[in-house]
């Protein structure tokens, strides 16, 4: 599930005479400043600046505000480049004299025509009050704004052309078309990324690209793993994230027919998945982003919903993301992933995010069977006993007797990534298993999952526990499920405190009680 919607996205979604209300309630002067209130009202999650503690829709890991680098990767005209645009104008205006940036395109020409003029450009973008003078060059050009900053735009094609400028700040625009030399040009650029910024903070670079596979690209998304610490974050957006601002028929005829000829290309150019050599991939030959695995809405049939987490392996701010993710399975037998709760979260919060999530769906789906399950291979026996605490405490603070009535399945995972995939691959290709739409960085992750070591997944391995465990229970079932049971029988079942009954004939404290 992606984090909360912009504010616009919001006021989008009210009935007409709702937004109508509320608009007409706004004095003129304050609706007209809505056009330049970029973070407050237009931005959505992903396209804010990365600061602690931060959640974007489809942002890989919350991170620090002395991050380095931002790279800002996504399908075609999914907001990357008036994110980065707004980034540096709000540096310009804020910082001042002494604030200078390096904007690198592939070519001069295309930093000119992207990166200043363009419809996501800073010349467009700016606010009156922001204005600057551009003065076109053969190499590129250069930028001064009012209150002092500047900027100088360069083209990857002459890779020593911006080894001897120095600035403070960088913007990298669609460097995985850069071509062959786009990590030297990269290389050389450093030299000269060594200013401080004029209030003293390190510098730092935005990167806005479609997730080509090239070198300089690599080495921009190596950091996946954490083994750049908290120097580089990331944020992931699809096509879909800004259709409210883009032409339906775009949607419907251009990417539609990208959909038939080529799917793995629409899994780049539309969802803004890495695509690289499948050999190995867990999901090789799956497109997750397209039906019959993406859907828009579950079944009405929902039997059993399982809450599934991969804890964090320490306490390191680039390593402590917790993978948690809701999977529901239907009467039919098939299983959805309709949930992506992970983020960074500490073993204070991660408990309650799931209890709370678990108390939800419970109301929501009230003749479903909803349990948790937790990986067990790092912590062991805490996971489940914070989830047993976490639930104890969310009671007695309701008023409640502090009884802990939800099962908490666990596994220990001995075999690769890829291959405790396999049964949940094999099911995607029959159309038994699903993800909503929306679920971006799950799925990633899913489509990059296999058995090399590498980038951190915890958003794939929270999902695929939960995907197996449920459809083993699946093949346990009868299809159609008898009348009066919800879903397969927990397993190892440990039930506490009096009895409750459920809707559909289930007792909670009576281990093991079916109608």
């Known amino acids: 599930m992606s984090a909360a919607p912009?504010?616009?996205?919001?006021?989008?979604?009210?009935?007409g005479p709702d937004r109508r209300a509320i608009l007409d309630r706004l004095p003129a002067r304050q609706l007209a400043s809505l056009r330049w209130a970029w973070?407050?009202?237009?931005?959505?999650?992903?396209?804010?600046?990365?600061?602690?503690?931060?959640?974007?829709?489809?942002?890989?890991?919350?991170?620090?505000?002395?991050?380095?680098?931002?790279?800002?990767?996504?399908?075609?005209?999914?907001?990357?480049?008036?994110?980065?645009?707004?980034?540096?104008?709000?540096?310009a205006l804020e910082l001042g004299h002494g604030?200078?940036?390096?904007?690198?395109?592939?070519?001069?020409?295309?930093?000119?025509?992207?990166?200043?003029?363009?419809?996501?450009?800073?010349?467009?973008?700016?606010?009156?009050?922001?204005?600057?003078?551009?003065?076109?060059?053969?190499?590129?050009?250069?930028?001064?704004?009012?209150?002092?900053?500047?900027?100088?735009?360069?083209?990857?094609?002459?890779?020593?052309?911006?080894?001897g400028p120095a600035c403070c700040a960088m913007w990298l625009d669609d460097p995985a078309a850069f071509g062959p030399q786009g990590l030297a040009t990269f290389k050389m650029l450093l030299?000269?990324?060594?200013?401080?910024?004029?209030?003293?903070?390190?510098?730092?670079g935005v990167v806005s690209s479609t997730p080509i596979d090239s070198d300089l690209l690599d080495e921009i998304l190596s950091g996946e793993d954490g083994s750049h610490g908290t120097t580089t974050v990331y944020s992931w957006s699809a096509s879909d994230d800004n259709r409210a601002n883009l032409s339906d028929k775009w949607f419907t005829e251009t990417l539609a027919k990208l959909a038939e000829t080529d799917p793995e290309l629409e899994l780049q150019e539309r969802y803004g998945q890495r695509i690289k050599k499948a050999d190995g991939k867990a999901f090789a030959g799956v497109n997750l982003a397209a039906?019959?695995?993406?859907?828009?809405?579950?079944?009405?049939?929902?039997?059993?919903?399982?809450?599934?987490?991969?804890?964090?392996?320490?306490?390191?701010?680039?390593?402590?993301?917790?993978?948690?993710?809701?999977?529901?399975?239907?009467?039919?037998?098939?299983?959805?992933?309709?949930?992506?709760?992970?983020?960074?979260?500490?073993?204070?919060?991660?408990?309650?995010?799931?209890?709370?999530?678990?108390?939800?769906?419970?109301?929501?789906?009230?003749?479903?069977?909803?349990?948790?399950?937790?990986?067990t291979n790092k912590g062991g026996n805490m996971g489940p006993a914070l989830l047993e605490l976490a639930e104890k405490n969310e009671r007695l603070v309701a008023g409640g007797s502090g009884i802990a009535t939800y099962e908490v399945r666990t596994v220990f995972a001995s075999q690769g990534k890829g291959q405790r995939a396999a049964p949940v691959a094999t099911a995607a290709k029959a159309g038994r298993f699903h993800l909503l739409g929306g679920l971006v960085a799950l799925t990633r992750q899913l489509q990059e999952l296999d058995?090399?070591?590498?980038?951190?997944?915890?958003?794939?391995?929270?999902?695929?526990?939960?995907?197996?465990?449920?459809?083993?229970?699946?093949?346990?079932?009868?299809?159609?499920?008898?009348?009066?049971r919800i879903g397969p029988a927990p397993l190892g079942a440990i039930a506490v405190g009096p009895s409750v009954q459920t809707p559909a004939g289930f007792q909670f404290g009576v281990p093991g009680r079916w109608r």
Not at 6 to 15: D, E, F, I, Y
Not at 454 to 461: S, Y
């Open 291 to 375: 039906p019959p695995v993406r859907v828009d809405a579950l079944p009405s049939d929902i039997v059993s919903i399982g809450l599934w987490v991969d804890p964090a392996t320490s306490s390191a701010v680039h390593s402590c993301e917790v993978g948690v993710v809701v999977l529901a399975l239907s009467r039919a037998g098939h299983v959805y992933a309709l949930e992506d709760l992970s983020r960074v979260m500490n073993s204070a919060d991660w408990p309650v995010v799931v209890i709370r999530a678990a108390d939800r769906l419970r109301l929501v789906h009230p003749y479903a069977y909803v349990y948790l399950g937790i990986e």
């Open 39 to 91: 973070r407050d009202f237009w931005a959505r999650p992903d396209e804010r600046e990365p600061a602690a503690p931060h959640l974007g829709t489809g942002q890989l890991a919350p991170a620090p505000a002395t991050w380095t680098w931002w790279a800002n990767i996504g399908g075609r005209a999914s907001g990357k480049t008036r994110t980065c645009g707004e980034w540096v104008t709000e540096k």
């Open 191 to 204: 030299y000269g990324f060594r200013e401080r910024m004029p209030d003293g903070a390190d510098p730092q």
């Open 99 to 163: 604030f200078v940036v390096h904007l690198v395109s592939q070519t001069p020409e295309d930093g000119r025509d992207a990166m200043i003029e363009g419809v996501s450009g800073l010349a467009t973008i700016a606010p009156p009050w922001s204005r600057f003078d551009f003065k076109s060059s053969k190499e590129g050009g250069t930028i001064t704004w009012r209150g002092g900053a500047r900027g100088r735009v360069f083209g990857a094609n002459v890779p020593r052309k911006g080894r």
């Open 6 to 15: 912009s504010l616009v996205a919001r006021l989008r979604a009210l009935p």
């Open 451 to 484: 058995d090399a070591e590498g980038p951190k997944r915890d958003r794939a391995d929270a999902c695929v526990h939960g995907a197996v465990d449920l459809l083993k229970s699946a093949t346990v079932a009868s299809d159609p499920m008898p009348e009066g």
